[in-house]
């Protein structure tokens, strides 16, 4: 029922920035805690942001002060701004949502959209 599509991904060279797109449907997206995971190769998912439903935001500290999760519920979408990118960024990205409150709990996963960091 949740569905979750990325764009945005692509190459870019080592400094550069990146806004990675996540467009939402099925669900009533103001009520969902948004978030981006990223995996390279050979490596585990790994959370990067979270946004919950009321706009709170939190990082990994891998990408503290270099990314930006932002949301915009008018248009069911969710945002990551990526600057300063570094190779170590290079990775799958991945949107989630999660549904908040006290009814059955929704989750879903998007497709991925891979983002390489490379001169």
């Known amino acids: 029922q949740v569905q979750l599509v990325e764009s945005g991904g692509g190459l870019v060279q080592p400094g550069g920035s990146l806004r990675l797109s996540c467009a939402a449907s099925?669900?009533?997206?103001?009520?969902?805690?948004m978030g981006w995971y990223r995996q390279a190769p050979g490596k585990q998912r790994e959370w990067v942001a979270d946004?919950?439903?009321?706009?709170?935001?939190i990082y990994a500290d891998s990408v503290k002060g270099r990314f930006t999760i932002f949301r915009e519920n008018s248009k069911n979408t969710v945002h990551l701004q990526m600057n300063s990118l570094k190779p170590e960024d290079t990775a799958i990205y991945y949107c989630?949502?999660?549904?908040?409150?006290?009814?059955?709990?929704?989750?879903?996963w998007g497709q991925g959209t891979q983002v390489t960091v490379s001169s």
């Open positions: 989630h949502a999660a549904s908040t409150g006290s009814g059955r709990r929704n989750t879903g």
């Open positions: 099925g669900i009533i997206f103001s009520n969902y805690l």
């Open positions: 946004i919950t439903s009321g706009g709170s935001t």
